[in-house]
């Protein structure tokens, strides 16, 4: 079946801008996750929802960052007045159960945004 | 607070020798433990996970990997390299509970040569 699929796969955007970016999760999966990844580094957490509640928001680094999910299904990660240093990949990862720290995490391939 | 130390970078090893990535880590709670592979331009994919049960963990690939508490690692292992296992590896950790998220390692990327 289908993976999980993230849109667009890269972006450019001028300092200043907004951006949205699209997550569709496998069909079903109650978990889904959104990460940052910088240049040369491992993927960080930023926000975790399970359905259409967002339970987990410590990572997201700053109110310029809003995720969302509202029917429990695809998920849209924004950023505001994007800066430089929010260049990265992020991924989007979903799960078929509420996360307890244990089950797969299936990841998109991500959406390289650039920020000039 | 949990935390992935991924030892090397950077692995270079022949076609057909074995192959070993160094991951310890720290965990505040009984960890659950993951490898996962990131080939160019593709998703990251699980390779595989420990929970708590055998500390031997067998995964895709032919890839394994052994838990061991007391010297809290969690490396990766092959027998036998093969081309097609050229990417970037993360060692995972996440505390096993309610809404844990994963704690990534900063990556090791294995070069497979012939």
């Known amino acids: 079946g289908a993976g999980v699929s993230q849109s667009p796969r890269y972006k450019v955007a001028k300092r200043g801008q907004d951006v949205a970016l699209r997550c569709d999760p496998i069909s079903g999966h109650v978990s889904l996750f959104w990460y940052q990844q910088a240049l040369g580094q491992g993927p960080e957490f930023l926000t975790y929802?399970?359905?259409?509640?967002?339970?987990?928001k410590s990572g997201l680094p700053s109110d310029r960052f809003f995720a969302e999910r509202p029917e429990g299904s695809v998920s849209t990660l924004k950023i505001q007045r994007t800066q430089q240093e929010d260049s990265a990949v992020y991924l989007c990862?979903?799960?078929?159960?509420?996360?307890?720290?244990?089950?797969?995490?299936?990841f998109g391939p991500g959406t390289r945004l650039l920020v000039l | 607070a949990q935390s992935v130390t991924q030892l090397d970078s950077h692995v270079s090893v022949s076609e057909g020798t074995p192959v070993l990535l160094r991951c310890n880590y720290s965990?505040?709670?009984?960890?659950?433990l993951f490898w996962y592979v990131q080939h160019p331009n593709k998703g990251l994919q699980l390779l595989l996970k420990y929970t708590s049960a055998a500390t031997l963990v067998k995964g895709i690939n032919g890839f394994e990997a052994e838990f061991k508490k007391s010297e809290t690692s969690f490396h990766l292992t092959k027998p036998s390299a093969h081309m097609s296992d050229a990417a970037e590896y993360f060692c995972?950790?996440?505390?096993?509970?309610?809404?844990?998220?994963?704690?990534f390692g900063t990556g090791t990327r294995l070069q497979v040569t012939l």
């Open positions: 965990s505040s709670y009984s960890p659950s």
């Open positions: 929802f399970q359905n259409e509640a967002q339970l987990d």
């Open positions: 995972v950790v996440s505390n096993t509970g309610t809404a844990s998220k994963l704690t």
């Open positions: 990862a979903s799960s078929a159960t509420p996360e307890t720290g244990r089950e797969t995490q299936y």
